[in-house]
């Protein structure tokens, strides 16, 4: 009797040890991953604000460049966006690149350009020679740019009325490289546009923290401006055209190491570029695993670092949760870890939402809180087993 009762207790200190080494465990993780949070919104905070004058009497020439297939929908938003803009029509031509479409995106084109007939609009057909399309497609347009600055953008994206004219004054004064812009969603009060919404103002949080920190991390290519002769020094895409997304991320990473003082952030919301929100959570799922698959070949020690923090963080979270429902002891562990971080997530999503100028809608916001760690671990699983899809088309990490 006495042996069975030693065993017993022996098994109990034994469970209760290993409990105490999880509680370690995700002790270690909050407390990292309040300090990655605090260190972030610090980085943002050190972001100045550009303030641009009204008018110029020099005008950079730009040559805008949109990569796109099907987009047919998206089209003439984004032309009707650049048409309406504070700059003149003469000082930038844009380059649609059509990525093997197989709608009627044809006659839209030529429909507006016979509509507007003094706006530089060219169509080209993409030169493929890599696994990667869209940085194929900037290539091409690349040979054929007129001008000395080159802007990149999406099809889904629209330009807002002042975008070119306060990015002119700001390469003017400043002399960049370089220049990443900021980038909005425009959504609708769906859940699954709001679930979007605040995970696009995680992204760009993290994107102006970076730059606020003067070590850039990401940036994106829906306002992205970088000098053309700069690119072609570098050897543009040469060392990641073997990979199908990071033609934003690939080039920060070279034009930083290159000239880490000519690289900047354009922190003013009247030049913002809006994106629209994708049409299912399938889409989402995918476009997530795509940008995965990018930021896992970024040889940075600090952004793996802060992505594995991150990650888990999302998966101790979704581990203690479970567990609480298993055994009620856990419960405690996790309102405070939910306690934590969701204090952590809420304030950094809310000082970016200011930043930004976008209204907040708390209800939404806090739901996709319960979502997002679910969907971020299933995400990095998913894409380090399985690939992605994009536009159509396969594609292995």
Sequence with gaps: MGNINLKKRTICSQTQTKMNGFEIIWTIVVVFYAVLILGMLLGIGNLKQFHASEKTPIYTKFSIIVPFRNEVNNLPDLLFSLI????PLDAFEIFLVNDESSDVYLKIIETFQYQNPNLNLNLLENNRKSPSPKKDAIDTAIQACHHDWIITSDADCMFSKDSLRILNQFILEKNPYLVAGMVQMKTHPSFLHQFQKWDWMS????TMSGFGWENPLICSGANL????DIFKELGGF????????????????????????????LYQPEQMVFTKPLPSWRAVFEQHKRWMAKTGQIKNKLLTAIGLV???MNASWIIVGSLSWINHSF???????TSVKWSMDLLFL???????QSKIDWLRLVFS???????????????????FSWKGRRFKN
């Design 331 to 337: 419960f405690k562990d996790f309102i405070i870890l």
């Design 225 to 228: 401006s970088y000098r053309k």
């Design 310 to 312: 991150i990650f888990a």
């Design 203 to 206: 992204l760009t949080g993290f």
């Design 369 to 387: 809180q319960i979502i997002y760690p679910i969907f971020s671990v299933l995400v990095t699983f998913s894409g380090l087993l399985l690939g």
């Design 84 to 87: 309406h803009t504070d700059y």
């Design 238 to 265: 040469k060392g990641n055209e073997h990979l199908a997304s990071g033609d934003d991320v690939f080039l920060l990473q070279k034009m930083t190491q290159a000239y880490p003082n000519r690289v900047h952030y």
């Design 350 to 356: 809310t000082y970016t939402a200011q930043k930004m």
